[in-house]
């Protein structure tokens, strides 16, 4: 395809991923109004961003699956309906039981459009293109975590009230149909015999809600302690319907995750640096606009405009680095340069407290944003570079599934390390004034009711309290840092497809030498193949050496 071609193509998908993220980032600003006048507490608060990202972390997996099986085109589209659908119903939500079932339908959809989006993009293109792409996905992930903050507050602080975040992506996910059906030209696979591991699905989607449930009560008094007898019924639970998913996926014959993938070196430490990035991203995101806003006192609007820094560095890292990726064809160096800029902003951001210079403050959350555009869409860059365009739908959706994991236990473990340094705070600050409470940290957010002297107590713990969730970020960042370091550095591929050989799913043919040497020599042997089709000539041994 030409450049124009591709462009064209991009288009309905690019609009699809816009309204999908748009509609997260506008939550993240409206959830403290949101979660006050539906009267929830704190981990009510947590897990409207977890529910979310739990159903996307799990049915991304599944919708990778079926694009390497099914019409990408279709299930696209119905990744769109899916999440209108849930938007709808969040809209109209009446209590936070409701809101949390429409934010699980929100997710399977934007599962469908992350997973979907990126093995499209890696079926048309070549690796060695790709980056410049990749970049253009970037800025529309950087415009739309930019312009939904600002945009959620403002409707939050219109008479549309809060409702309005989620009606809003309704026109705009019609309209991403509409492109998508005009500019998107894919052939149609017809393939026999399909079969979908449902069973591995199930047992990961269990286990992982399992674990997620653990991490977000634990620590609370009104709950269970982080080292009881409850923790380790649900982490002993979490863990065994694990390791069966591991073994009902090496016996299956069509796995959700195969195994042969996320198990090749390249994939399994992407996975590790995903994680973190996905920590950083959602987990910095959801409560950088809680500390703006609970902690600071600023309105949702002030709260939106206050998070450009971090979108800033991603959009400036993420165009940046995709063109220089394309222009000179090396990504290491991007990425682990990625890995330390997180360990620095969120290092950074683990000193801030209720008083911290806003300045400052912009000045750590650019760099988060920067680390994060650097390494986001590198690492799935990487990852479908030693793959097959077959097997490119399941390589990009693993590396998205942990991303989107990594962002939903962030979020949970945050958020409960959060609530239970809030409550030690106020508790503190309480005791002084001579007021006694047994409030956790679980306690109602909608401060407006409170007296000015407690209702500024509350909002100082709420920002000496952030500084420590952005230090266990910071562990995240080191250990993703390592794993970028320990990447392999493949040169990127001038081709759409890659040789057999080189396909993790049949990497016996290759286990018998060197592993780096016989992949040097194969993907040597493809591009002479395409030099020799473009020339006439016959590549063989003498031309290769």
Known sequence: MTHRQVLEAMTGLLAALFTALLSTTIVATALPTIIGDLEGSQTAYAWVITTALLANAASTPIWGKFADLFNKKLLVQSAIVIFVIGSVIAGVAGNVPMLLAARVVQGIGMGGLTALVVAIIGSIVSPRERGRYSGYMGAVMAVSMSGGPILGGVIVDSPLGWRWCFFVCVPLAVIALVLLQRTLRLPTE????????????????????VLLIWVSFAGKADYYEWFSRESALYVGVGVLLLLATVLVESRAESPIIPLSIVTERTTGLAILASIAVGIGMFGATTFLGQ????????????????????????????????????????????????????????????????????????????????????????????????????????ASSSVAFFRTFGGAVGVSVLGSVLATRVSELSTEGFAKIGVTTSSSGGSNLNLHGLPAPVATIVRASYGDATGRIFLIATGAAVVALLATVWLPNRPLRSTIDIDPALDPTAKESASQGNPSDADGLAALDTELAVLAASDGTKPGPGRRS
């Open 190 to 209: 017809r393939k026999d015999g399909v079969s979908i591991d449902w069973l591995g699905a199930a047992l990961m989607t269990a286990g992982v809600s």
């Open 291 to 394: 500390y703006f806003q609970t902690a600071r006192g600023y309105s949702p609007t002030v709260a939106g405009v206050l998070t450009i820094p971090m979108v800033a560095g991603m959009l400036v890292a993420s165009t940046g680095s995709g063109q220089l990726i394309t222009r000179f064809g090396k990504w290491k160096a991007f990425v682990v340069t990625g890995g330390a800029l997180l360990v620095v902003g969120f290092g950074l951001l683990s000193t801030i407290d209720h008083a911290t210079n806003l300045w400052l403050v912009g000045t750590y959350i650019a760099i988060v944003g920067l680390g994060v555009g650097m390494m986001m869409q590198n690492l799935v860059l990487a990852v479908q570079n030693t793959v097959s365009v077959h097997n490119i739908g399941a």
